[in-house]
């Protein structure tokens, strides 16, 4: 049974960093790609960053880029997204996320990933 498991969040003011990771289990292959998504309280989930293993290649949304470097893990299907400038906007609920082999999606579409974690949640205080 494939399992990811998210780690790292917690409390933190505005400005200051949190880092998260994720590792999958139970899985033998390569993850075709992860993803970071959140939810902040009441609104829905949004793709954050993602990291494509063959291609070594991370993109990130608008609202993080420059704030947050997504990278791969030192294990293998393992990545970890490094969350610096943090502003009060980014509080949620960080879900991290992977797929399995590539598929005519894009990468910002929930629907695209095969396996998601339970969540860990990341609040910045004023």
């Known amino acids: 049974q494939v399992q990811l498991v998210e780690s790292g969040g917690g409390e933190v003011q505005a400005g200051g960093s949190l880092r998260l990771s994720c590792t999958v289990s139970?899985?033998?292959?390569?993850?075709?790609?992860m993803a970071w998504f959140r939810q902040p309280p009441g609104k829905e989930r949004l793709a954050v960053a993602t990291y494509y293993f063959e291609g070594r290649m991370a993109l990130h949304g608008d609202s993080v880029r420059g704030r947050f470097t997504m990278s791969q893990g030192n294990a293998k299907n393992t990545v970890s997204l490094q969350m610096n400038s943090l502003k009060t906007e980014d509080t949620a609920i960080y879900y991290c996320a992977a797929v399995t082999s590539h598929t005519g999606l894009t990468w910002t579409r929930s629907e695209k990933y095969d396996y998601w974690g339970q969540g860990t949640q990341v609040t910045v205080s004023p």
């Open positions: 139970g899985f033998t292959g390569t993850m075709y790609s």
